[in-house]
């Protein structure tokens, strides 16, 4: 907020020699100014850390939206193993975003390539985060590691989950948000220095950071693992092994969706900011604007993926309807920002053509995604990436990004190709990254025989093999052994002499 300056010396010449004590009336009056403009200073705080923890419950709430998908999408006896591994995505993820991955990822001064502050978030509060950001952005690390869980669903090890949602929030994530997030990053949009290709990567809420990371750590588990058993016959062809629930799909995307205002809306981090003083036009429009466009992205790609799977299935598809609206959301969330409404109907059109390309290709390749996370999440946040280098415009990344004139917007809105340019550079370097470090660990993992389970075991379910029961009761045994009533018995019939 702007500061309001009282002068006492100024203020008392205008109180004419009348006045017994000009200074002393001035200096009273500047001093009760002064007070009210610290109100309205800590009141603008106020309401920023407030909106900031408001989003980072929502995008927390996500977790529950990918717990719900997770368990409808796999097989009844897989159940409570998936929903175990979405708990502690979050519980060793909170453990070691705290201990590392917010330091890496946002602890300044650093260099460009990783942080190197605020270890266990020493000397927070500061003047450049509160609690409520760290909050915020670990919500966001152990998204990108629920992504990562639905790829390898059905057939993975519980050490191995744990290893790697520990790995991949507590360094390879935040590593990625220091590159595109940070103040120091070396292709961010908000670096003070110079500017990759004179803009930076405008990756606002995550297509590329979250989503791509996520999707594409998935990728290597599930292909190092190989597809679950039954997934494809012996000449090859698909064998549809589908989810037990339709019904907590759709609650969790539902969920997903509402999470996702927190997720978008949210990364902007304030919301009291003026862009013109005392004008009904300022951040909490851009606010408003962001909430449309992921609307309407994800309304676009569901409809797109109905019809669509309609015309190659001939049915039509709740789950697949689903996972359109989702890769809607990944999609839109790097330009939710910076695009017009209209063209956040064309990134949802052309995400769920690319969701359904992808699972065409994965079919062909013979790759096994339980969730479609690799392809949904890989996929969709790589088009979200080039999307917003084609349709960002002029006045809303001068808004979001501002002091920079004349920075580069959308190639397709008359801005060239130097943002187009910096996204290629950001879907590479997430790409060479992830495989350097999650391709690796899976693949060490594999040899040391603790990433897959036994085909007994895999078979039989990992609910009854590994966590000791089903998640569903399917009776219950006290009736059968303290039951007072009547029981009945089948007689055989007497043989005929």
Request: with cysteine; charged share 10%; glycine share 12%.
């Amino acid at each position: 907020m702007a500061s309001l300056d009282c002068s006492a010396d100024q203020l008392a010449q205008y109180f004419g020699s009348n006045a017994t004590d000009a200074a002393a009336a001035a200096s009273y009056i500047c001093g009760h100014f002064s007070t009210v403009a610290n109100k309205f200073t800590d009141t603008a705080y106020a309401v920023d850390s407030t909106y900031l923890l408001f989003s980072a419950y929502l995008v927390f709430s996500m977790q529950l939206g990918f717990a719900m998908l997770c368990a409808g999408s796999v097989r009844a006896k897989n159940t409570m193993n998936i929903m175990l591994t979405n708990v502690l995505d979050a519980a060793a993820g909170g453990l070691f975003y705290y201990l590392f991955g917010f330091a890496f990822a946002f602890g300044s001064p650093s260099n460009g390539f990783i942080g190197r502050h605020n270890f266990a978030l020493n000397s927070l509060p500061s003047s450049l985060f509160d609690y409520s950001y760290f909050l915020y952005q670990w919500a966001f690390a152990i998204a990108a590691a629920g992504i990562t869980s639905g790829s390898i669903a059905e057939r993975t090890q519980f050490v191995a989950y744990l290893i790697y949602s520990s790995f991949l929030t507590g360094f390879v994530y935040p590593v990625v948000s220091h590159w595109f997030w940070s103040v120091d990053g070396w292709a961010s949009a908000s670096n003070s220095g110079d500017l990759l290709f004179g803009s930076g990567v405008i990756d606002f809420a995550g297509s590329g950071v979250v989503h791509m990371v996520g999707g594409i750590a998935g990728f290597y588990g599930a292909l190092i693992e190989g597809p679950r058993i039954g997934r494809f016959d012996a000449s090859g062809r698909t064998v549809a092994l589908r989810g037990h629930s339709a019904s907590l799909v759709v609650l969790g995307t539902f969920l997903l969706w509402f999470g996702w205002y927190g997720f978008n809306p949210g990364s902007f981090t304030k919301i009291s900011s003026a862009y013109v003083s005392g004008s009904y036009y300022g951040q909490w429009s851009a606010v408003g604007r962001t909430a449309v466009t992921t609307t309407l992205a994800g309304c676009a790609a569901a409809l797109t993926t109905l019809f669509g799977k309609r015309i190659i299935s001939g049915h039509w598809n709740v789950m697949d309807v689903c996972n359109g609206l989702l890769g809607g959301f990944a999609a839109i969330t790097a330009g939710c920002a910076v695009v017009e409404p209209w063209a956040a109907i064309i990134c949802g059109v052309v995400a769920a053509l690319v969701l359904m390309g992808c699972n065409k290709a994965a079919e062909k390749g013979r790759f096994d995604d339980p969730l479609e996370a690799a392809q949904l999440h890989g996929g969709c946040g790589a088009w979200g990436v080039v999307f917003t280098a084609l349709f960002a415009t002029e006045e809303y990344v001068n808004e979001v990004y501002p002091g920079r004139p004349g920075r580069p917007y959308g190639a397709l809105m008359g801005g060239g190709g130097r943002l187009l340019a910096a996204h290629l550079v950001q879907i590479l370097v997430i790409i060479g990254w992830v495989s350097a470090t999650m391709g690796p660990l899976f693949f060490i993992l594999h040899k040391l025989n603790l990433l897959r389970i036994s085909g007994e075991d895999e078979m039989a379910g990992m609910d009854l093999t590994r966590h000791g029961g089903f998640a569903y009761a399917y009776h219950d045994q006290e009736d059968e052994t303290n039951n007072n009533g009547v029981q009945m018995k089948k007689i055989e019939p007497a043989a005929q002499g």
